[in-house]
């Protein structure tokens, strides 16, 4: 036992070392400055630089932020694992869940010693630099702009905020692989695909220096031109469309591949064990997913109360459109369809939350209820992948479906809120369905490329270390004992 822990401490650390090295080169590591560069879901602003009259957090703002952060935690623990570990056989139960407290715990670490700063610091168009490494200068007068001028909240809420965001996505992934990877092995991927993956993708979609120092077009060029790649074209990404779900949909797409199928599958039944923990899981998802989205805005105004009004409308209308396109299709309606129709409505609105009315949003959601259908069904077999828990089928699909709808419905025609231009302090004039379609297609298209790239070599990485899956009886048997030694149900 002491022999893998210790490998994957190495490797681990190599992996690091290899990241640190990598970007070394254009870090000052230790930047103190009172205020970072920061930048949320959505088109995130990083904090701004240092102004000559220090701006005090709102205490209203910072209360919500601490509260969305919390809702964001309560999706995956309990949320997320209950949903993955309900749609898991009863002897592998406990490995799901095992998989979502140790992964959200090990990313946590990770992103306050390196990611963090990796993420959300100035450095180049596609990475960050070194200037938070171990959180370094960040003190309770720290401050992260929003995305209005001469408002901020302190830094930790935003790196707290940002860091859920992180772990979530990440345990995302062990869906699509779920009763047959090893532990170990999971871990090493998830530490280099973080790594490699999930920070230059956050750093090029959601980071700019914020809005503070933008008095004219020139200005408003010198600070777009700091900003992360995807964010400097123009991306729309309010929570997480590209970052968090088509990110991790594709590297556990790719893990389903690599990892292979698992024993007995079209032979064995291996429904679902317990439908009222799906339940319990996607209403926890639903829930804390209001912190996700409407947090997204970074204070408590109006921006925060349309996106939590998209979801609760999103997603009311997937579970709807889901239910009854399986009706007519199977001839009855499941609980197990409602539930994922919730997860597709809420994937599927979170890129758009706050830039479409409601209306856009039902029309989001209830496409995502049933598109998704196909996508657990006809694209999966198309794919003969065995992506256990239907990550792809639904957080990718309904995360591409999402990004790309955004481009329509946050024109001001179709009731959205259009894109703001910080010059004039207006919305921008002439917004263009057509031209913001082709950006947002090129956003998917990227995080796909990358995230598939990275997880593909990450697996292999892992694979060479710890062998990725199980010995052939030990997944008969099951993981939660052969893995943990523990059982969910005694008799």
């Known amino acids: ?50 102004a000559p009259v220090a701006i005090v957090p709102n205490k209203g703002d910072t209360a919500w932020m601490l509260v969305c952060t919390a809702l964001v935690l309560l999706m995956t623990l309990p949320g997320l694992a209950l949903f993955y570990g309900g749609l898991t056989r009863s ?55 929003t995305f209005s001028k001469g408002v901020a909240i302190p830094e930790y809420v935003f790196m707290a905020f ?18 047959r990877a090893k532990f170990s092995a999971i871990l090493l991927f998830m530490i280099l695909w973080f790594t490699f993956a999930y920070l230059p993708i956050a750093h090029m979609v959601w980071f ?8 004219d077009a020139a200005s408003l060029e010198a600070m777009s031109a700091k900003a992360g790649w995807l964010f400097q074209k123009g991306v729309l990404d309010f929570a997480g469309g590209t970052v968090v779900h088509i990110n991790a949909a594709i590297a556990g797409l790719v893990g389903s591949f690599v990892i292979g199928k698992r024993l007995g599958l079209g032979k064995e039944s291996m429904k679902p064990h317990n439908m009222v923990h799906v339940m319990t899981g996607a209403a926890l998802l639903w829930f804390g997913w209001f912190g996700f989205n409407a947090g997204s805005a970074l204070e408590a105004n109006g921006t925060a109360a349309l996106a939590f009004a998209n979801t609760l409308l999103a997603t009311a209308a997937a579970v709807l459109g889901w239910t009854f396109a399986e009706w007519l299709l199977k001839g009855k309606p499941s609980l197990l369809g409602a539930a994922s129709g ?17 209306m856009g949003a039902l029309a989001i959601g209830g496409a995502a209820g049933v598109v998704c259908i196909w996508g657990v069904s006809g694209l999966k077999k198309i794919f003969g992948s065995d992506d256990s828990l239907d990550v792809f089928g639904i957080h990718g699909v309904a995360g591409i479906l999402g990004a790309l709808l955004t481009a329509a419905f946050a024109s001001p025609s179709l009731g959205g809120t259009g894109v703001y231009d910080y010059v004039t302090n207006a919305v921008t004039p002439g917004y263009s369905i057509v031209d913001q379609f082709l950006i947002q297609g090129q956003s998917v298209l990227v995080t796909l490329v990358w995230s598939g790239v990275v997880a593909y070599v990450a697996f292999k990485i892992a694979d060479l270390v710890f062998g990725l899956r199980v010995p052939e009886d030990q997944e008969r048997e099951g993981l939660d004992i052969t893995s943990h030694g523990e059982s969910a149900y005694e008799s």
């Open 1 to 50: 036992m002491s022999t893998w822990i210790n490998k994957l401490l190495v490797s681990g650390l190599l992996a690091i070392i290899v990241c640190v090295a990598g970007i070394a080169s254009t870090s000052p590591v230790y930047a103190q400055a009172a205020t970072t560069a920061s930048a949320p879901a959505a088109t995130a602003p990083a904090a701004p630089a240092a």
């Open 208 to 215: 700019w220096p914020g809005p503070d120092d933008i008095k």
């Open 162 to 179: 940002q860091g859920v965001f992180a772990t979530i996505t990440c345990c995302l992934i062990v869906g699509a692989f779920a009763e």
């Open 91 to 145: 002897k592998n139960v406990l490995s799901i869940l095992m998989q979502c407290m140790v992964v959200f715990s090990l990313i946590i670490v990770l992103w306050s010693i390196y990611g963090y700063s990796l993420a959300f610091t100035e450095g180049n168009a596609f990475i960050g630099k070194f200037d938070r490494l171990f959180l370094a200068g960040l003190n309770p007068d720290a401050v992260a702009a």
């Open 342 to 358: 919730c997860v597709a409505g809420l994937v599927g609105i979170t890129p758009a939350a706050g830039f479409v009315g409601p």
